[in-house]
């Protein structure tokens, strides 16, 4: 069952749009502070500088201090903000100015330079710049304290409109990012709309690699895709072969089946019934045998493909399969034996195919040959495990070992069957990358070897 999500576009499009909105907002922030820090400095310089251009007129004579203000002093300042400003001597007393503007002056950090502090002056918010002007008067002070303030109305309204605009473009340019990220997120996915219109106008038969351009970062899924039809394709062209091979090799013995049951109901006396029903017990016997090994056939080529390997002991499987086939012989008088290394003899495969390959070679030597002698023999050569299966019969002529290996392949004698033992046993040592040899032993034993990769 298909569960379907929450669309891949809305969630990069909310992600990405999430990200310019927080950088958006940072950004917003930064830039109203530094715009208030930079207002704040530019007019904290303009108004100490006014402050120094008071206290450079400021003098000391005759035990007295004096003062002349110039009106260049004032000019420099916002006309739209009110000023005041107070020259107070070394004694505290107001020489200059506005004699109620006495704010807390600090006295130990005049020697620093020029200060700027925030204060409250006839209830406005108003900056304060404070000079010292040392002079030389006795007593515990012999400072002068030049003190100009100037409401924040200026610079207050700098900062908004500059904070105002910079905060308009920043929303203008991240709201045309937004856009330009949606189209190009759009433009992005559209290569997997094409690649859905593609397989939908495909002919339902039609199993073919796609062929299209799409960007590298898709390009794995396509081809991921076409190993999937390419996997479709060959267990079709299986499965077609599996058909029409059954329907080939079933017709002959399904069509004399039939004729012997005709016969047998046209046959009055009882010897002939006799013939007619033992060769129908071979031909059903016949046909039952031929069916197993075309369900085996096609399920080797099934699993070739598609089933995980798995670590096998082959030497357990190879026990275990001989006392399988050897239950069924327990009357024959045969020499049995099975030779193998101590060690587990590991390999990667897939168990039910190696079985059934094991299978086929014990069936055709208890079958066709091994009259009084059947032995296994496991041993390492190399990388390899091998597998040998010897027995004493005439085994295979040397020139009907290539021909065997195929399916179908014509029977020596008047032997009945599919000829499937051995190709299946060939198709499972192909799917495994091993190899499958036919020899003679020294005592002319003949010898099936089967060579599987050590794990």
């Not at 003098?59 to 260049?72: E, K, L, R």
């Not at 016969?263 to 071979?282: F, K, N, T, V």
Request: glycine share 6%; hydrophobic share 45%; with cysteine.
């Amino acid at each position: 069952m298909i569960v379907v999500g929450r669309s891949l576009y809305l969630r990069l499009v909310t992600r990405v749009g999430l990200v310019l909105v927080v950088s958006a907002i940072a950004l917003l922030i930064a830039i109203w502070f530094s715009t208030r820090l930079a207002a704040n400095e530019a007019y904290d310089r303009i108004l100490t500088g006014s402050a120094l251009s008071i206290a450079e007129n400021t003098w000391y004579n005759n035990g007295t201090v004096n003062v002349d203000a110039p009106i260049s002093a004032f000019s420099m300042l916002t006309a739209g903000d009110q000023v005041f400003y107070a020259v107070l001597d070394p004694a505290g007393r107001t020489v200059a100015g506005d004699p109620e503007f006495k704010p807390v002056i600090p006295w130990d950090k005049l020697a620093d330079g020029p200060l700027v502090i925030r204060g409250v002056y006839l209830d406005l918010p108003v900056s304060i710049a404070i000079v010292g002007r040392r002079l030389p008067a006795a007593g515990p002070q012999s400072w002068a304290v030049i003190m100009v303030a100037q409401t924040n109305n200026g610079r207050e309204s700098f900062t908004k409109n500059l904070g105002t605009n910079a905060s308009l473009v920043i929303i203008v340019m991240g709201l045309l990012t937004v856009i330009a990220a949606m189209f190009t997120l759009y433009q992005t996915l559209s290569p997997l709309k094409n690649i859905g219109l593609a397989i939908q106008r495909r002919d339902l038969h039609d199993l073919s690699p796609l062929s299209i351009e799409v960007p590298a970062e898709i390009h794995p899924l396509v081809s991921s895709i076409n190993q999937f039809m390419h996997r479709l394709t060959v267990h079709r062209e299986l499965m077609r072969r599996v058909i029409g091979d059954a329907a080939h090799q079933l017709r002959t013995p399904v069509t004399a089946l039939i004729s012997q049951m005709e016969l047998l109901s046209m046959q009055r006396d009882e010897s002939g019934r006799l013939r007619h029903i033992a060769r129908l017990s071979e031909l059903t016997h016949h046909l039952g045998n031929l069916i197993n090994q075309l369900i085996n056939h096609a399920m080797v080529q099934h699993r070739a493909d598609s089933v995980q390997l798995e670590t096998i002991d082959l030497t357990l499987l190879a026990r275990r399969e001989m006392t399988d086939m050897l239950s069924g012989h327990a009357q024959r008088n045969l020499d049995i034996a099975m030779l193998a290394p101590d060690e587990p003899c590991l390999i990667l495969g897939d168990k039910i195919s190696i079985r059934e390959a094991i299978k086929n070679i014990l069936g055709n030597a208890l079958q066709y040959g091994a009259p009084s002698r059947l032995h296994i023999e496991i041993s390492r050569q190399n990388s390899d495990w091998e597998l040998q299966i010897r027995d004493d019969g005439h085994g295979i002529p040397e020139a009907d070992q290539e021909r065997i290996r195929k399916p179908f392949s014509a029977r020596s004698g008047d032997r009945l069957g599919a000829s499937l033992g051995l190709s299946i046993v060939e198709e499972v040592m192909r799917a495994h990358h091993g190899h499958m040899r036919f020899g003679y032993a020294a005592n002319k034993d003949f010898i099936v070897t089967l060579s599987f990769k050590a794990v």
